[in-house]
C-alpha cells in the first residue's frame, strides 16, 4: 500500500509560478513510475506529465516548456514546478503512482490562476 501526499496549491495570478510536491508513504526509489494529473472543474481527469524509470519523462502539450517535472530520491519527493500559469490550468492536481503494477492516488491539491 503506497500513499501519497500532495502540497503547494493555491491561489495565483496569471504568469505566476508554483511548486507542487509529492511525498510517498514508502520510498520513492521503489515506484518506477510517478506523475500528475489534473482535474478542470466539469472535465475529465488529464494527464499533466510523468516520469518512468524506463522511457523517461513525457508531458501534454499544453504545459511544454512551461511545466516541469523532476523528483529528488535523497528528499523522497515528487515535483512539478509551474511557470506561466494559465487560467486554464486551473483544476485539482494529483499525484499518481504505479508499484507493482497497482495504481494510487493522492487527494489532490486545488490549483487556481487567475486573469
Known amino acids: 500500500q503506497v500513499q501519497l501526499v500532495e502540497s503547494g496549491g493555491g491561489l495565483v495570478q496569471a504568469g505566476g509560478s508554483l511548486t507542487l510536491s509529492c511525498v510517498p508513504s514508502g520510498s520513492i526509489f521503489a515506484l518506477n513510475t510517478m506523475g500528475w494529473y489534473r482535474q478542470a472543474p466539469g472535465k475529465q481527469r488529464e494527464l499533466v506529465a510523468v516520469?518512468?524509470?524506463?522511457?523517461?519523462?513525457d508531458d501534454s502539450e499544453s504545459v511544454k516548456g512551461r511545466f516541469t517535472i523532476s523528483r529528488d530520491n535523497a528528499k523522497n519527493t515528487m515535483f512539478l514546478q509551474m511557470n506561466d500559469l494559465k487560467p486554464e490550468d486551473t483544476g485539482v492536481y494529483s499525484c499518481?503512482?504505479?508499484?507493482?503494477?497497482?495504481?494510487?492516488w493522492g487527494e489532490g491539491t486545488q490549483v487556481t490562476v487567475s486573469s
Open positions: 499518481h503512482a504505479r508499484h507493482l503494477r497497482i495504481d494510487y
Open positions: 516520469m518512468a524509470r524506463d522511457t523517461g519523462v
